[in-house]
């Protein structure tokens, strides 16, 4: 018989997942964090992602939540083959969830509109929560995955519409000085998300993809790979470290995302996610829930 | 390099005698401001009740609960969390800030830009950088929200905070043209063409 999806549990879990991905960091993250302070040689540096490991445990002991910055939610759902549902259902029942947690536990509305900038004080808006359907040939599954996008990492984004003639280098350059302007704004270390190919607004969804994936996965295209490592290695010797004041702990990583491109075309887009790279999942099969990062 | 517990309201000479590196705690008021907050008071002249003069402000906007008002919460908020948000942004409110309010201290995260290290040196006031994205441990600095104003701009309202030890944070930019920031993004720029190198690529 074929997997059903209804709504109220799609409610539900999104309810949960906005708030555990605000208060629970994954377990990637949290020992990257030990493992870039464990290799830093700045003193002051040290100090900053010792607070920052505190902050996990505080938030953690005391059900907290992580950063204030409540975000954008970004909510992601793959649907299995054999899985039968109402797109438009289950769209609302995502709102609903991400008004509910917002309401009550309470979360702060981050969510504006962009002209009166007036808040509705559900986190939701025109075209707020972000949701996206994907597909995957697996039977029987959903995946909803919820990444509270937070404003200050957001606003280290950068869109290039090189030239064929600029070639890789041209995008090596691009990605460094990206991460040179945004400096200690984006709340170091962080995650770079290199996009790259396709058309302008595929170049930046590929770098969000990028930046939101799970810290230590990597581009299932080899020159993409290869290219991961490279600038992962690069950007570390900027010495701008953790929150911009000096180190060698600029990001976790880069991890680029790809698409083909047209022959007059080279487009690359940055986006970053901050040190509090917060995400939360949750994996339904007809045998029930599974949590996870 | 020295660490130091102010109490607000601050004197110049106090703020004056701080350098860059000073670690300070701040225990008593603090007041939260932020973006919609200065685009109120700077730019469509709305006025607080509020006396700043003297006080440290932090970069936030909080996430609270309402409750009914009582001594715990005067104000008929509870904390829920409280952050620090990117202060470069609110760049070009640092100057009227010092100036027209008589703020002496703004705690953010990320550095401010060169016109308020320019007025910390002319009006007497100093930067100190908290840890971003570590609210949780921040939070627990909060001791009550003992006030609000503005509060139709909420979460980006004036609120009036009861911190104790609120801290440490570190003293980045002071009276006497010290900026940590400007330090390392100036290294950073020194560093891109070996960066590049390492690359293979031209700069």
Redesign the interface.
Same mark, same amino acid.
């Given at each position: 018989m074929a997997m059903i999806l209804e709504s109220a549990p799609v409610e539900n879990i999104v309810r949960a997942l906005y708030i555990r991905a605000l208060k629970r960091l994954p377990e990637p993250v949290k020992a990257a964090i030990g493992g870039l302070e464990r290799a830093e040689t700045d003193a *002051?540096a040290r100090t900053?992602l010792a *607070?920052?490991a505190? #902050?996990?445990r505080? $938030?953690e002991r005391?059900d !907290? &939540? &992580?950063? @204030?910055? *409540?975000g954008i939610p970004l909510v992601t759902i793959t649907i299995g083959r054999g899985v039968s549902f109402d797109g438009v259902d289950i769209g609302e029942a995502v709102a609903k969830g991400v008004r509910r947690a917002t309401r009550e536990?309470?979360? %702060? =509305? =981050?969510v504006v509109h962009p002209i009166t900038?007036a #808040?509705a004080?559900d986190s939701t808006g025109p075209g707020v929560p972000v949701i996206e359907f994907r597909f995957d040939p697996e039977p029987d599954f959903v995946r909803l995955e919820l990444v509270p996008k937070? =404003? !200050?990492s957001e #606003?280290g984004s950068y869109l290039g519409m090189l030239l064929p003639a600029d070639g890789l280098?041209g995008v090596? %350059?691009f990605v460094?000085?990206a991460v +040179?302007k945004a400096?200690?704004?984006?709340?170091p270390p962080t995650i770079v998300g290199v996009g790259l190919g396709g058309t302008s607004d595929v170049a930046m969804h590929l770098a969000k993809l990028a930046a939101t994936r799970p810290l230590g996965t990597r581009c299932p295209d080899a020159a993409g790979a290869a290219l991961e490592s490279? +600038?992962s %290695? $690069?950007?570390n010797? +900027? !010495?701008?470290?953790? @929150? !911009?004041?000096?180190g060698d702990a600029t990001a976790f990583a880069v991890q680029v995302e790809l698409a083909a491109t047209h022959i007059t075309l080279n487009p690359v887009a940055v986006n970053i996610q901050?040190? =509090?790279a917060r995400r939360a999942s949750a994996t339904v099969t007809p045998a029930g829930v599974v949590w996870g990062d | 390099m020295a660490d130091i517990t102010l109490t607000p309201p601050f004197t110049e000479t106090m703020i004056r005698d701080l350098h860059a590196g000073d670690r300070v705690t701040v225990r008593g008021t603090l007041f939260g401001i932020r973006d919609a907050t200065q685009i109120h008071l700077f730019d469509r002249d709305r006025h607080t009740r509020f006396d700043l003069s003297g006080h440290a402000v932090i970069h936030t906007a909080p996430n609270v609960r309402s409750v009914p008002i009582g001594p715990a919460h005067p104000a008929g908020y509870a904390p829920v969390s409280v952050g620090t948000t990117t202060s470069l942004r609110m760049e070009r409110f640092t100057r009227p800030l010092l100036q027209r309010l008589g703020v002496r201290a703004i705690i953010g995260k990320g550095g401010l830009g060169a016109d308020s290290l320019a007025a910390f040196g002319t009006f007497g006031g100093v930067y100190l950088a908290v840890v971003g994205g570590a609210a949780a441990l921040e939070t627990t600095w909060i001791e009550r929200i003992d006030d609000v104003d503005l509060d139709d701009l909420n979460p980006e309202s004036l609120w009036k905070f009861a911190v104790r030890d609120f801290g440490p944070l570190l003293v980045t930019m002071d009276t006497h043209g010290n900026d940590l920031h400007e330090v390392v993004r100036a290294r950073a720029r020194h560093n891109r063409t070996a960066v590049l190198a390492g690359l293979g690529v031209t700069s």
């Amino acid at each position: 018989m074929a997997m059903i999806l209804e709504s109220a549990p799609v409610e539900n879990i999104v309810r949960a997942l906005y708030i555990r991905a605000l208060k629970r960091l994954p377990e990637p993250v949290k020992a990257a964090i030990g493992g870039l302070e464990r290799a830093e040689t700045d003193a *002051t540096a040290r100090t900053v992602l010792a *607070t920052m490991a505190e #902050n996990v445990r505080v $938030a953690e002991r005391d059900d !907290g &939540l &992580l950063c @204030q910055d *409540t975000g954008i939610p970004l909510v992601t759902i793959t649907i299995g083959r054999g899985v039968s549902f109402d797109g438009v259902d289950i769209g609302e029942a995502v709102a609903k969830g991400v008004r509910r947690a917002t309401r009550e536990h309470p979360l %702060r =509305s =981050s969510v504006v509109h962009p002209i009166t900038r007036a #808040n509705a004080h559900d986190s939701t808006g025109p075209g707020v929560p972000v949701i996206e359907f994907r597909f995957d040939p697996e039977p029987d599954f959903v995946r909803l995955e919820l990444v509270p996008k937070g =404003s !200050g990492s957001e #606003n280290g984004s950068y869109l290039g519409m090189l030239l064929p003639a600029d070639g890789l280098d041209g995008v090596k %350059r691009f990605v460094i000085d990206a991460v +040179l302007k945004a400096g200690g704004k984006v709340c170091p270390p962080t995650i770079v998300g290199v996009g790259l190919g396709g058309t302008s607004d595929v170049a930046m969804h590929l770098a969000k993809l990028a930046a939101t994936r799970p810290l230590g996965t990597r581009c299932p295209d080899a020159a993409g790979a290869a290219l991961e490592s490279a +600038l992962s %290695r $690069a950007v570390n010797g +900027l !010495g701008i470290g953790p @929150q !911009g004041l000096g180190g060698d702990a600029t990001a976790f990583a880069v991890q680029v995302e790809l698409a083909a491109t047209h022959i007059t075309l080279n487009p690359v887009a940055v986006n970053i996610q901050c040190h =509090s790279a917060r995400r939360a999942s949750a994996t339904v099969t007809p045998a029930g829930v599974v949590w996870g990062d | 390099m020295a660490d130091i517990t102010l109490t607000p309201p601050f004197t110049e000479t106090m703020i004056r005698d701080l350098h860059a590196g000073d670690r300070v705690t701040v225990r008593g008021t603090l007041f939260g401001i932020r973006d919609a907050t200065q685009i109120h008071l700077f730019d469509r002249d709305r006025h607080t009740r509020f006396d700043l003069s003297g006080h440290a402000v932090i970069h936030t906007a909080p996430n609270v609960r309402s409750v009914p008002i009582g001594p715990a919460h005067p104000a008929g908020y509870a904390p829920v969390s409280v952050g620090t948000t990117t202060s470069l942004r609110m760049e070009r409110f640092t100057r009227p800030l010092l100036q027209r309010l008589g703020v002496r201290a703004i705690i953010g995260k990320g550095g401010l830009g060169a016109d308020s290290l320019a007025a910390f040196g002319t009006f007497g006031g100093v930067y100190l950088a908290v840890v971003g994205g570590a609210a949780a441990l921040e939070t627990t600095w909060i001791e009550r929200i003992d006030d609000v104003d503005l509060d139709d701009l909420n979460p980006e309202s004036l609120w009036k905070f009861a911190v104790r030890d609120f801290g440490p944070l570190l003293v980045t930019m002071d009276t006497h043209g010290n900026d940590l920031h400007e330090v390392v993004r100036a290294r950073a720029r020194h560093n891109r063409t070996a960066v590049l190198a390492g690359l293979g690529v031209t700069s």
